[in-house]
């Protein structure tokens, strides 16, 4: 199971862990007109998910802007980015910040995408900061768990992942 701290203290990841070759697992959340989003909507594209715990927060800011970048550039990728805020604050978030190349979903419901991919952080109903790539055949191919909360992911070798990925 990965380890991750939030401002150097332990936390509880609930779930399991998701390994590369594994086939992703499927999830529920809810997109910001409360529609139902699942892994199955994107099926036969590359994904690259960007996990982050909060979008009002500095760190989760700067990744959700830098993924929304990069996606402009990244034929034939779709690009999600999951926390548990509510629906509602993201789509506000997404509106000021000009964010729209990628998805934004929230797992704030159920924690479906936290506890399937080992990220919902019992503590504090928080996601754990984490990148995963799922091929078109819907096989993890890049996992980062990052294992301090508050520090920003490997964006290269994501990006770099998604590229790569078919």
């Known amino acids: 199971m990965a380890e991750v701290t939030f401002k150097g203290t332990p936390m509880t990841l609930r779930g ?7 086939k992703a697992p499927d999830f529920t959340v809810l997109a910001n007109d409360l529609s139902e989003v ?10 690259l998910i ?16 830098r993924f929304n970048e990069e996606a402009a550039g ?21 509106a000021a910040a000009g964010v729209d190349n990628l998805q934004m979903l929230s797992d ?7 506890e399937n991919y080992g990220v919902a952080i019992e503590e504090l109903r928080l996601l ?9 055949d819907g ?3 890049y996992t980062e768990y990052v294992p301090e909360a508050t520090n ?10 998604a590229k790569a990925a078919e």
Do not use: M
């Open 16 to 22: 399991s862990e998701v390994k590369l070759g594994e």
């Open 38 to 47: 699942t892994l199955e909507d994107t099926k036969g594209k590359v994904r």
């Open 50 to 65: 960007s996990v982050v715990p909060s979008v009002d927060t500095g760190v989760c800011d700067q990744q959700t802007r």
């Open 74 to 94: 990244l034929d034939g990728v779709e690009v999600l980015t999951i926390s548990c805020d509510l629906p509602f604050a993201q789509k506000r978030w997404c």
């Open 108 to 114: 704030h419901r159920d924690l479906s995408f936290g």
């Open 128 to 136: 754990a900061r984490s990148i995963f790539v799922i091929n078109s």
């Open 139 to 141: 096989e993890v191919t």
């Open 152 to 161: 920003h992911p490997d964006y290269d070798a994501a990006i770099e992942a």
